[in-house]
């Protein structure tokens, strides 16, 4: 992936033989939920090796739109800057991805007269490029994504585990909750609940997440659901996690599309998941067929 | 409160396991943070994290040598009873971790694999891939996750900790704390507030650090009045990547497997350094020590490439200090099987193929082995009595720490994968004492002042946060503040520190603080106000950047990761037997008067004019007697004969010190 763009190096190294002196950026703003979006231009001086994360960082510190307008900074996420908190997820040139991972000067090569950058569609947008994930913590309580251990006290060590599984589990366990491959899911519609003015706080989270668990509960819970089943203690609970994935808004809604594994910026075998999840589930219905 | 509640501000590794015990004892937990907590600075660990294991064991490994190992790296700069304590847990968190389902690698035969990491001679580390840290995160968010589903844990996520509330007594009460969404404020009221906020990178601009890793929240409890310990003592890292955002940890392993460190000789040298011949770079690590070539210990790399750039002026790049770290003359085979992960992260996020041209790379801070000051009880055989409400609790009743925010376990110098031990060991641990200390909070909270004390503090952040809104016309930005602050620290207070640097970098601070109260806000608006929240944690960290300067100025002597060239002390450099015997007794006289006089804490408590009040601590070593760290000088065999003569003359005198009590400041 990586290699797809053989940038040279003189190019991103030396700021002279780059033509682009100033990167001309559009942000989809919106000021809170529930408001109109609009478009904002800003210029930002180019530098070598710049990702989304320092263009916004220039975008805030100077707060003046490419008209001349004093305008408030952008709001994003973000925290590790080395692509694994997860946090900084937006739409760069229209594809969903990490903003810290996004480099400028890839996406010149891409693009050398703009570059555009959107918040997440699928989630609520709460400001400009901040967007409400709850939704996405939700799916791994519906499908317990976590081994039922009896206490955190002394008991020995955990189950003995080969090395081939071990290297089958590590890859899904390095999901990040980043949402990409939610982003890029035609199944995987937004759920927008907007409090009501004579509703407690308890109900409206309530309301919520009855709201959410009709939803498609997305790849990366499948995944995690497949993670958490191969495990052996784990798999004590796999029944549990079996209902949760064919009950509604589960993986009969999926499509097979496969956009979620082309976006998954950890390269998560997603796929292999959601065909093991298919399988797992054909079997444990058989199963309680025969079981009544 | 009928039912316990306890407060956590913090969800990376030392929170979550905290929540996590303290839900399985039946106490209910808010746990607040910054971010959502599965994104928490934890997160980013990569190497691993250290216990002695079966396999070590049968090679002549204890928990005993672990103890030694990081009492040892950390220039004995810790009490002892906290450390040993933490050493015999490290076999049992290791075994929970791999029960809770972190992936860990493993041998063919199906146990944890190991590696051996700087500081010892024991595969004491285990790992899982190349984020270990994001593994162990993740097995204890899903254990909150469990516990939260259950009702017994609410979080909240996207929440800021601004102040401690303290009753009349001086005990903490609870907190407020802000929604960083709709920028509410809200009032904490808890039987306990356990701190586990993580590093301060951020007051050095850019670090290894997360962008969360502000500080902020150590700094409003020191503001408050907690002591701050050993603040000087910052580790710098001597390989990262540097980005104008980040500077990104470039694992050690990289020259572990040959990577090589050089600069042009011409300075700023503009040809491809592909094109540059041999005899035109300067290998300068090499140069300076044969003997260790580019794997000299972390410090010394770390102070020579920045000598190079600073001193020399040999930059690889005029505008940023960098030096190539080469690993071009490897077989791209070889790197990928051998460093694949790590090389991965460079061509990522440089958009170069370290694999065909070198990498450029400048040392960053790293960690913070200070943090808040937390007491311990020690028990009869020299650990910590577990249970004991003094664990952990900082200078303010009812206020603990725990985690990378506290200052008890790494001393001068954190040993690579002890970080992640101490967090999971002090979040675990912290839980019986934190509900011993119910017992001595009860009788308050019944009668109405309860309510107005936190109505008070509520107000005062509230105006707070108004006055900054509402500021119009000030000259000041906050973003190139903060880069101004990052520059002073980095310069001053890292990798070499000089007594005038620091003297000048402190005023720096204050006047930057006095323009910081002249920043006005590009937004005033009350929805997601990252400008205003960006603001605050600015304004806060100028204290805690006090301390460390204070507390680096006024510490004369090198120790751990603190280094002023006017203080080290030279190895040998006679030539004759008798000159050098000499030269070794003088040496060793030397290091008994600086024990004498340094072997102590730095302690700093804000005065009544917001300046550092510094003090200091006795050292429990009871368990070990501190002795010479001699890695890398010249002379080290005959310095260490003549300190093993010493230490045998005296040895009865040692056996009595091992009877001494820990000595801890008045607080309590
Ligand atoms: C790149 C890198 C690699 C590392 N590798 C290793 C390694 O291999 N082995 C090792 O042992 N150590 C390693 N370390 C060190 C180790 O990762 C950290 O010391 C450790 O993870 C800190 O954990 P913590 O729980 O104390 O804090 P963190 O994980 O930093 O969590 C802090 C929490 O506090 C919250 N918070 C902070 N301020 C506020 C506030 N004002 N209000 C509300 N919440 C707040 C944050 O949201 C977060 O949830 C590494 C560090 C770095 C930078
Ligand atoms: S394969 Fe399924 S989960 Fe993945 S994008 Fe398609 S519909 Fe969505
Ligand atoms: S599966 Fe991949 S794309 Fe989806 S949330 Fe996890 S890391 Fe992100
Ligand atoms: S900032 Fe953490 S993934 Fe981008």
């Given at each position: 992936?990586?290699?797809?763009?053989?940038?040279?190096?003189?190019?991103?190294?030396?700021?002279?033989?780059?033509?682009?002196?100033?990167?001309?950026?559009?942000?989809?703003?919106?000021?809170?939920?529930?408001?109109?979006?609009?478009?904002?231009?800003?210029?930002?001086?180019?530098?070598?090796?710049?990702?989304?994360?320092?263009?916004?960082?220039?975008?805030?510190?100077?707060?003046?739109?490419?008209?001349?307008?004093?305008?408030p900074p952008v709001a994003w996420d973000c925290s590790c800057l080395e692509e694994v908190c997860g946090s900084c997820t937006m739409l760069v040139n229209g594809r969903t991805r990490m903003a810290c991972?996004?480099?400028?000067?890839?996406?010149?090569?891409?693009?050398?007269?703009?570059?555009?950058?959107?918040?997440?569609?699928?989630?609520?947008?709460?400001?400009?490029?901040?967007?409400?994930?709850?939704?996405?913590?939700?799916?791994?309580?519906?499908?317990?994504?976590?081994?039922?251990?009896?206490?955190?006290?002394?008991?020995?060590?955990?189950?003995?585990?080969?090395?081939?599984?071990?290297?089958?589990?590590?890859?899904?366990?390095?999901?990040?909750?980043?949402?990409?491959?939610?982003?890029?899911?035609?199944?995987?519609?937004?759920?927008?609940?907007?409090?009501?003015?004579?509703?407690?706080?308890?109900?409206?989270?309530?309301?919520?997440?009855?709201?959410?668990?009709?939803?498609?509960?997305?790849?990366?819970?499948?995944?995690?659901?497949?993670?958490?089943?191969?495990?052996?203690?784990?798999?004590?609970?796999?029944?549990?996690?079996?209902?949760?994935?064919?009950?509604?808004?589960?993986?009969?809604?999926?499509?097979?599309?496969?956009?979620?594994?082309?976006?998954?910026?950890?390269?998560?075998?997603?796929?292999?998941?959601?065909?093991?999840?298919?399988?797992?589930?054909?079997?444990?219905?058989?199963?309680?067929?025969?079981?009544? | 409160?009928?039912?316990?509640?306890?407060?956590?501000?913090?969800?990376?590794?030392?929170?979550?396991?905290?929540?996590?015990?303290?839900?399985?004892?039946?106490?209910?937990?808010?746990?607040?943070?910054?971010?959502?907590?599965?994104?928490?600075?934890?997160?980013?660990?990569?190497?691993?994290?250290?216990?002695?294991?079966?396999?070590?064991?049968?090679?002549?490994?204890?928990?005993?040598?672990?103890?030694?190992?990081?009492?040892?790296?950390?220039?004995?700069?810790?009490?002892?009873?906290?450390?040993?304590?933490?050493?015999?847990?490290?076999?049992?968190?290791?075994?929970?971790?791999?029960?809770?389902?972190?992936?860990?690698?493993?041998?063919?035969?199906?146990?944890?694999?190991?590696?051996?990491?700087?500081?010892?001679?024991?595969?004491?580390?285990?790992?899982?891939?190349?984020?270990?840290?994001?593994?162990?995160?993740?097995?204890?968010?899903?254990?909150?996750?469990?516990?939260?589903?259950?009702?017994?844990?609410?979080?909240?996520?996207?929440?800021?900790?601004?102040?401690?509330?303290?009753?009349?007594?001086?005990?903490?009460?609870?907190?407020?704390?802000?929604?960083?969404?709709?920028?509410?404020?809200?009032?904490?009221?808890?039987?306990?507030?356990?701190?586990?906020?993580?590093?301060?990178?951020?007051?050095?601009?850019?670090?290894?650090?997360?962008?969360?890793?502000?500080?902020?929240?150590?700094?409003?409890?020191?503001?408050?009045?907690?002591?701050?310990?050993?603040?000087?003592?910052?580790?710098?890292?001597?390989?990262?990547?540097?980005?104008?955002?980040?500077?990104?940890?470039?694992?050690?392993?990289?020259?572990?497997?040959?990577?090589?460190?050089?600069?042009?000789?011409?300075?700023?040298?503009?040809?491809?350094?592909?094109?540059?011949?041999?005899?035109?770079?300067?290998?300068?690590?090499?140069?300076?020590?044969?003997?260790?070539?580019?794997?000299?210990?972390?410090?010394?790399?770390?102070?020579?490439?920045?000598?190079?750039?600073?001193?020399?002026?040999?930059?690889?790049?005029?505008?940023?200090?960098?030096?190539?770290?080469?690993?071009?003359?490897?077989?791209?085979?070889?790197?990928?099987?051998?460093?694949?992960?790590?090389?991965?992260?460079?061509?990522?996020?440089?958009?170069?193929?370290?694999?065909?041209?070198?990498?450029?790379?400048?040392?960053?801070?790293?960690?913070?082995?200070?943090?808040?000051?937390?007491?311990?009880?020690?028990?009869?055989?020299?650990?910590?009595?577990?249970?004991?409400?003094?664990n952990h609790q900082t200078t303010i009743p009812g206020l603990y720490a725990i985690g990378e925010c506290d200052y008890q376990y790494h001393g001068a110098n954190r040993l690579g994968a002890n970080s992640?031990?101490?967090?999971?060991?002090?979040?675990?641990?912290?839980?019986?004492?934190?509900?011993?200390?119910?017992?001595?909070?009860?009788?308050?909270?019944?009668?109405?002042?309860?309510?107005?004390?936190?109505?008070?503090?509520?107000?005062?952040?509230?105006?707070?946060?108004?006055?900054?809104?509402?500021?119009?016309?000030?000259?000041?930005?906050?973003?190139?503040?903060?880069?101004?602050?990052?520059?002073?620290?980095?310069?001053?207070?890292?990798?070499?520190?000089?007594?005038?640097?620091?003297?000048?970098?402190?005023?720096?601070?204050?006047?930057?603080?006095?323009?910081?109260?002249?920043?006005?806000?590009?937004?005033?608006?009350?929805?997601?106000?990252?400008?205003v929240v960006f603001t605050k944690s600015l304004g806060d960290m100028f204290p805690i950047a006090k301390v460390i300067l204070k507390g680096a100025l006024l510490r004369d002597e090198c120790r751990g990761?603190?280094?002023?060239?006017?203080?080290?002390?030279?190895?040998?450099?006679?030539?004759?037997?008798?000159?050098?015997?000499?030269?070794?007794?003088?040496?060793?006289?030397?290091?008994?008067?600086?024990?004498?006089?340094?072997?102590?804490?730095?302690?700093?408590?804000?005065?009544?004019?917001?300046?550092?009040?510094?003090?200091?601590?006795?050292?429990?070593?009871?368990?070990?007697?501190?002795?010479?760290?001699?890695?890398?000088?010249?002379?080290?065999?005959?310095?260490?004969?003549?300190?093993?003569?010493?230490?045998?003359?005296?040895?009865?005198?040692?056996?009595?010190?091992?009877?001494?009590?820990?000595?801890?400041?008045?607080?309590?």
């Amino acid at each position: 992936m990586i290699r797809a763009v053989e940038t040279d190096v003189a190019a991103t190294d030396a700021d002279s033989s780059v033509a682009v002196k100033t990167i001309r950026v559009r942000v989809l703003r919106q000021d809170a939920p529930g408001r109109e979006s609009y478009w904002e231009r800003h210029d930002v001086p180019y530098e070598p090796n710049m990702n989304i994360i320092s263009v916004l960082q220039k975008i805030a510190a100077k707060a003046t739109s490419a008209d001349g307008r004093a305008v408030p900074p952008v709001a994003w996420d973000c925290s590790c800057l080395e692509e694994v908190c997860g946090s900084c997820t937006m739409l760069v040139n229209g594809r969903t991805r990490m903003a810290c991972s996004a480099l400028v000067d890839k996406l010149l090569v891409e693009n050398a007269d703009e570059i555009v950058i959107e918040p997440m569609t699928k989630f609520p947008v709460v400001r400009d490029l901040v967007v409400d994930r709850r939704r996405l913590f939700r799916s791994l309580e519906r499908v317990k994504a976590w081994v039922p251990v009896d206490g955190s006290y002394d008991q020995g060590p955990g189950p003995r585990i080969s090395p081939k599984e071990q290297e089958d589990a590590y890859p899904l366990s390095t999901c990040i909750s980043c949402g990409c491959c939610l982003e890029a899911c035609p199944q995987f519609t937004k759920i927008e609940v907007i409090r009501r003015d004579d509703e407690s706080q308890e109900e409206f989270d309530a309301r919520r997440k009855a709201a959410f668990d009709k939803g498609f509960l997305g790849a990366h819970a499948i995944s995690q659901a497949m993670l958490f089943n191969a495990h052996p203690t784990g798999g004590m609970i796999a029944d549990e996690r079996l209902k949760a994935v064919t009950s509604q808004g589960g993986i009969q809604m999926c499509g097979n599309a496969q956009n979620c594994v082309a976006v998954c910026p950890k390269q998560i075998p997603l796929t292999r998941s959601i065909a093991r999840a298919g399988r797992a589930a054909t079997l444990w219905a058989i199963k309680r067929l025969f079981d009544r | 409160m009928s039912q316990p509640r306890v407060l956590v501000i913090g969800g990376g590794l030392a929170g979550l396991s905290a929540t996590m015990r303290l839900a399985e004892l039946g106490i209910g937990v808010d746990l607040v943070s910054l971010v959502p907590v599965k994104r928490s600075h934890s997160v980013c660990a990569q190497g691993g994290i250290n216990s002695v294991n079966s396999l070590t064991r049968q090679q002549g490994d204890s928990e005993w040598k672990h103890f030694d190992d990081t009492v040892y790296g950390g220039d004995f700069l810790q009490h002892q009873p906290p450390v040993k304590e933490m050493a015999e847990w490290g076999p049992r968190i290791i075994d929970l971790m791999d029960r809770l389902g972190v992936p860990f690698n493993r041998t063919p035969e199906g146990f944890r694999d190991q590696r051996r990491f700087g500081g010892t001679l024991y595969k004491r580390t285990a790992f899982a891939g190349a984020t270990t840290g994001q593994q162990l995160l993740y097995a204890l968010d899903e254990q909150v996750r469990r516990y939260e589903v259950e009702g017994k844990v609410k979080k909240w996520e996207f929440w800021d900790f601004l102040e401690p509330v303290l009753d009349e007594s001086g005990r903490c009460r609870g907190a407020i704390c802000q929604d960083l969404v709709t920028m509410q404020f809200r009032a904490f009221p808890a039987d306990a507030v356990i701190l586990a906020s993580g590093g301060c990178g951020l007051l050095y601009g850019r670090s290894t650090m997360s962008m969360v890793c502000t500080g902020s929240a150590v700094s409003r409890a020191y503001q408050s009045g907690a002591a701050y310990g050993n603040g000087e003592f910052i580790q710098v890292h001597p390989t990262a990547i540097p980005g104008a955002d980040k500077l990104r940890l470039m694992s050690e392993s990289a020259r572990g497997e040959g990577g090589r460190v050089w600069v042009p000789r011409i300075p700023q040298d503009s040809r491809d350094p592909r094109q540059i011949p041999e005899a035109e770079r300067c290998y300068f690590l090499e140069e300076r020590y044969p003997k260790y070539g580019n794997l000299v210990p972390r410090d010394i790399a770390t102070r020579e490439i920045f000598d190079i750039c600073t001193n020399e002026g040999l930059s690889v790049e005029k505008d940023r200090l960098c030096v190539y770290l080469d690993l071009t003359h490897l077989s791209r085979e070889t790197l990928d099987r051998k460093l694949g992960g790590i090389l991965e992260i460079y061509e990522k996020f440089q958009g170069v193929d370290p694999r065909s041209v070198p990498m450029k790379i400048f040392p960053a801070v790293h960690y913070s082995m200070g943090g808040l000051w937390v007491d311990y009880e020690r028990s009869g055989s020299g650990g910590m009595v577990e249970g004991s409400p003094r664990n952990h609790q900082t200078t303010i009743p009812g206020l603990y720490a725990i985690g990378e925010c506290d200052y008890q376990y790494h001393g001068a110098n954190r040993l690579g994968a002890n970080s992640l031990l101490s967090c999971i060991f002090s979040g675990l641990f912290v839980a019986p004492s934190v509900i011993s200390s119910f017992d001595l909070a009860r009788g308050w909270g019944g009668g109405g002042h309860s309510g107005q004390v936190f109505e008070r503090a509520t107000g005062r952040q509230e105006e707070r946060h108004e006055s900054f809104l509402s500021r119009r016309g000030g000259r000041e930005n906050p973003y190139s503040l903060h880069g101004e602050l990052g520059d002073i620290m980095t310069r001053a207070a890292t990798v070499v520190r000089r007594n005038d640097q620091l003297r000048k970098a402190y005023d720096d601070v204050c006047r930057l603080e006095e323009r910081w109260r002249e920043c006005s806000l590009s937004d005033t608006g009350n929805w997601t106000n990252q400008n205003v929240v960006f603001t605050k944690s600015l304004g806060d960290m100028f204290p805690i950047a006090k301390v460390i300067l204070k507390g680096a100025l006024l510490r004369d002597e090198c120790r751990g990761a603190h280094y002023k060239p006017e203080f080290a002390m030279p190895g040998i450099a006679a030539t004759s037997p008798d000159e050098q015997r000499r030269e070794a007794e003088a040496w060793c006289d030397r290091f008994e008067r600086n024990t004498a006089k340094w072997l102590k804490s730095s302690i700093a408590k804000v005065g009544p004019d917001g300046h550092p009040e510094i003090s200091y601590e006795d050292v429990d070593s009871s368990l070990i007697p501190p002795r010479p760290r001699l890695y890398g000088l010249v002379g080290a065999e005959l310095i260490e004969e003549v300190w093993k003569e010493r230490q045998a003359a005296r040895t009865p005198a040692s056996a009595e010190a091992a009877g001494r009590q820990p000595m801890t400041v008045g607080a309590g």
